[in-house]
């Protein structure tokens, strides 16, 4: 039975495009016939070098290049177009790209609904938001909602968070598959990574862009005790916000205690992360959270905001609530650091490794099947 896996690029390096890959090598090397679907080659090299694994040999590439820009309004329906093309091309379609659900498609892992009170007043289909996207989505919008027969599809969350908005939009209930963190992010010897050297360090990991709340990380700074360094880590998805915080720092004189790594390599993070006492998490209402799993993994004591799908997996001592809560949890913690604690949230971190997660999407996908 062939079974179509698509997605852009896997040549990204992110959450979503890591789920792809450990989708398609966990069914290959159940011995299915995978196809996967990509708008560009993949550099199997780097793939191995920050996923930890190449896509599995048997699983076939095929590669159509796109016209428009991922994620721009005519990407949208041009995605739409050729999902619904490929598909004659397999029996089972997988979808982890769109966070919709197309009436070909079969599977669908959700980072997060379209359809959400983010850009829809629950009176469809007057809109909170007028920007051209949410507006030139409604055709799809009355789409998905009228000609979906979601009874025969499987749909898949990223937390429980995320199936709540779900249901609370689509009235369909999803089971949650929590993402997977690469073997490669977690260190061998517990042991050893926790004599290492910590220092008076938060770090935060992020993309560079205008929906992180990234610009809290400033204000924080600034309420913490000098001593207290700050790291912000993550690739430039949009240059002008990283200039745009990097005026910030300045302005506020804390050019010397917040420093700014854009793009460096997976093995460059980990160092960072592995003399850091504290991860901090800006955004609100997370829908999951990658990046503090790997942080944790490192023995980081993660901060987060009281909200989203990062509350399913970090204490509640470790939630803030607002910028001065966050910082206080900052002066403390890094006060409190100690090595039981750190392994307390490394064992946390080893429930969401990829072997555990492609062993967890091949019994719901089989189920799946013999319902159908």
């Known amino acids: 039975m062939s079974i179509g896996v698509f997605y852009p690029t896997l040549n990204v390096y992110g959450g979503a495009e890591f789920v792809t890959s450990v989708i398609v090598n966990a069914l290959a090397e159940a011995n299915y016939d995978v196809l996967l679907f990509t708008n560009e080659t993949v550099d199997q090299n780097k793939a191995r070098k920050y996923f930890g694994n190449r896509i599995h040999n048997s699983a ?137 050297p910590r220092e008076d360090l938060v770090v935060t990991i992020s993309r560079f862009g205008y929906n992180k709340d990234l610009e809290k990380i400033p204000r924080i700074a600034l309420l913490t005790d000098s001593h207290i360094r700050f790291a912000i880590v993550g690739r430039v998805h949009y240059q002008n916000a990283l200039l745009s915080l990097q005026k910030t720092v300045r302005e506020l004189g804390l050019s010397e205690r917040v420093k700014f790594y854009p793009d460096i390599s997976r093995q460059d993070m980990k160092a960072i992360l592995k003399k850091a006492k504290i991860y901090l998490h800006a955004m609100v209402g997370e829908h999951f959270g990658i990046s503090i799993v790997e942080a944790m993994a490192m023995g980081c004591i993660p901060l987060v905001h009281d909200s989203g799908g990062a509350k399913e997996f970090v204490p509640e001592c470790y939630r803030y609530k607002d910028i001065r809560d966050a910082a206080e949890k900052v002066e403390k913690n890094t006060r409190r650091w100690n090595t039981a604690e750190a392994s307390r949230m490394i064992h946390i971190a080893y429930r969401f490794r990829e072997g555990n997660f492609a062993s967890q999407f091949l019994r719901v996908f089989e189920k799946y099947l013999e319902a159908g």
């Open 60 to 196: 076939k590439i095929i590669v159509k290049k796109s016209t428009f820009q991922a994620r721009g309004l005519l990407d949208f329906y041009q995605t739409m177009v050729r999902t619904y093309a490929l598909k004659s091309k397999c029996r089972t379609w997988i979808d982890v790209y769109s966070n919709c659900i197309f009436p070909w498609t079969n599977v669908c892992y959700v980072h997060f609904p379209f359809l959400n009170h983010f850009l829809f007043r629950e009176n469809f289909p007057y809109l909170k938001d007028r920007h051209i996207i949410p507006v030139g989505t409604i055709p799809y919008v009355f789409f998905e909602k009228n000609l979906v027969d979601y009874d025969k599809k499987l749909i898949l969350a990223n937390s429980h968070y995320t199936a709540n908005e779900i249901e609370r939009f689509s009235g369909r209930n999803a089971k949650v598959l929590y993402p997977p963190v690469p073997s490669a992010f977690y260190e061998d010897n517990e042991e050893s990574l926790l004599r290492n």
